[in-house]
């Protein structure tokens, strides 16, 4: 069970990358996202985010015990999901989804209220509901993009 729970936490490994493990583990994500996500019903697409959020929490918690820290630099999980809700109900594009690579990574880096405030919030709700807001933030961002037409 502790393998499962560290190759979830770390999104296969990509949580062990020696610099920048959350945005490495995000740019592995891009194909997944382009292969499964992309054409899902948005529906499902909703269902799999919470649930992935919800198994995040979990094994995000376990992770910070086998890890031994609050917020485990190697638990990526978060910037997974976040990114997931960046790209909620999005009309896919290539650039759409580059786009919102950059955005989700620079709110993660930049925790806008209420994100930072948030992470003190135990164990795993701590280390996902950062990035779950900056993901919020992020979609709102990305649907004035292309309301304005400039994506």
Not at 23 to 33: E, G, I, N, Q, R
Not at 58 to 70: D, E, G, L, M, P
Not at 96 to 109: Q, V
Request: hydrophobic letters at 60%.
């Amino acid at each position: 069970m502790k393998n499962l729970i560290i190759i979830v936490a770390t999104f296969f490994w990509t949580g062990y990358f020696p610099f920048a493990p959350g945005t490495f583990a995000t740019l592995c994500f891009l194909p997944v996202y382009y292969f499964l996500f992309k054409g899902l019903h948005p529906a499902i697409y909703l269902i799999l985010t919470f649930v992935l959020y919800f198994v995040g929490v979990i094994t995000s918690s376990y992770a910070s015990v086998i890890f031994n820290k609050k917020d485990p630099g190697k638990v990526v999980i978060d910037e997974v999901v976040g990114f997931l809700i960046t790209m909620l109900f999005i009309p896919f594009t290539i650039k759409r989804m580059i786009i919102g690579f950059f955005i989700a990574r620079i709110l993660d880096i930049i925790k806008p209220f209420p994100a930072r405030q948030l992470e003190i919030l135990k164990a795993g709700n701590g280390i996902m509901i950062d990035d779950a807001i900056s993901g919020i933030y992020g979609n709102i961002i990305l649907w004035i993009l292309i309301f304005f037409k400039i994506i």
